[in-house]
């Protein structure tokens, strides 16, 4: 998986379809400062996760559509706009 600087975090950036769907599942947290920019991806699930998360949504230029914070683990569905193409996750703040 490469890694990319978005937004000022360090980013690993989930591109395959196997990296989007596993995304940060089986993860226990993420250290502050870095994330995961899942692209091509315009609503997540929380599912199986084990920590909450902030999900930043960016448009194709890479300009911030939506934020939604503090996303508990087993939310069905968080939708991040018409514009969202990939989304930004990082540990709760």
């Given at each position: 998986?490469?890694?990319?600087?978005?937004?000022?975090?360090?980013?690993?950036?989930?591109?395959?379809?196997?990296?989007?769907?596993?995304?940060?599942?089986?993860?226990?947290?993420?250290?502050?400062?870095?994330?995961?920019?899942?692209?091509?991806?315009?609503?997540i699930?929380?599912?199986?996760?084990?920590?909450?998360?902030?999900?930043?949504?960016?448009?194709?230029?890479?300009?911030?559509?939506?934020?939604?914070?503090?996303?508990?683990?087993?939310?069905?569905?968080?939708?991040?706009?018409?514009?969202?193409?990939?989304?930004?996750?990082?540990?709760a703040?």
């Amino acid at each position: 998986m490469r890694r990319a600087v978005v937004n000022g975090i360090d980013a690993e950036v989930a591109e395959t379809l196997a990296e989007r769907l596993r995304g940060l599942i089986g993860r226990d947290g993420l250290a502050p400062g870095t994330g995961m920019l899942i692209t091509r991806c315009y609503c997540i699930h929380t599912c199986f996760m084990r920590f909450p998360i902030d999900a930043t949504f960016l448009d194709r230029r890479g300009e911030v559509v939506k934020t939604v914070r503090n996303i508990r683990p087993w939310r069905l569905f968080v939708w991040g706009g018409f514009r969202a193409v990939s989304v930004l996750e990082t540990a709760a703040q």
